[in-house]
């Protein structure tokens, strides 16, 4: 079946460590983004690829950062430059400009 | 900039009654798409409906219709017949259509907490 695939579905992470969260999709879609949510809050864009090679940051991209060396795979890296990580995570493809976005189940990270 | 704005933190309804949902949006591009989408508990994202600037209907998918009022720059979500199950976050987001150029950036409002009472 086609989706998208995030793991681990809950990760902790030391204070002070880098933390990559995984996200594929067998979708063949050429859009991918990764969001933020803390509780009761909305999705707030981190990063954004279009294609193969190249992505742009999003609202708040300080202490992220991405890569998108495979159509398939956009992961996350949480840096120790990122104040408050602990939230949950949501990855997301596309695969055209007016179609939905597909998600993933989502990563909780939580910083102890 | 895009802008995404939903003004009702949290409604209550009455199970099979309707509920509409705000939301308002700006944007500087000519085109485009605006989607809602479901949270449950759970936390999955369940994509509910979509709505494209240059469409001259509003949309429709079941018991979800989209209200959208160009000029007033409001795409409301319209829930009818509610049911316990819809009890849920909803998300209205917006993505600006660039056939053929830059990237467009896919944003969120920050939702509205629906309760359905029975």
């Known amino acids: 079946d086609g989706g998208i695939t995030q793991s681990p579905k809950y990760l902790f992470r030391k204070e002070g460590q880098n933390v990559t969260l995984s996200c594929e999709q067998n979708l063949n879609h050429d859009a991918m983004y990764w969001y933020r949510q803390d509780p009761g809050q909305g999705l707030r864009l981190i990063y954004y690829s279009q294609i193969v090679n190249d992505f742009q940051k999003g609202d708040i991209a300080e202490g992220y950062s991405v890569s998108r060396e495979k159509k398939e795979s956009f992961p996350l890296t949480v840096t120790s430059a990122q104040k408050n990580p602990t939230a949950f995570y949501l990855c997301?493809?596309?695969?055209?400009?007016?179609?939905?976005?597909?998600f993933g189940q989502g990563t909780r990270l939580t910083v102890v | 900039a895009q802008k995404i704005t939903q003004t009702q933190p949290g409604m209550f309804v009455q199970e099979k009654e309707a509920v509409t949902l705000d939301c308002t949006y700006d944007t500087s591009d000519p085109s485009y798409g605006l989607f809602w989408y479901k949270q449950p508990s759970s936390g999955e994202m369940i994509f509910l409906i979509y709505q494209g600037s240059y469409d001259q209907q509003n949309a429709t998918e079941g018991r979800y219709s989209l209200n959208f009022q160009k000029a007033r720059k409001s795409a409301n979500l319209v829930i009818s017949a509610s049911q316990l199950g819809d009890s849920a976050m909803y998300f209205c987001a917006m993505r600006g259509l660039n056939y053929g150029g830059a990237t467009n950036k896919l944003i969120f409002g920050t939702g509205t907490l629906l309760a359905v009472q029975p």
């Open positions: 997301a493809s596309t695969l055209g400009e007016n179609t939905e976005a597909f």
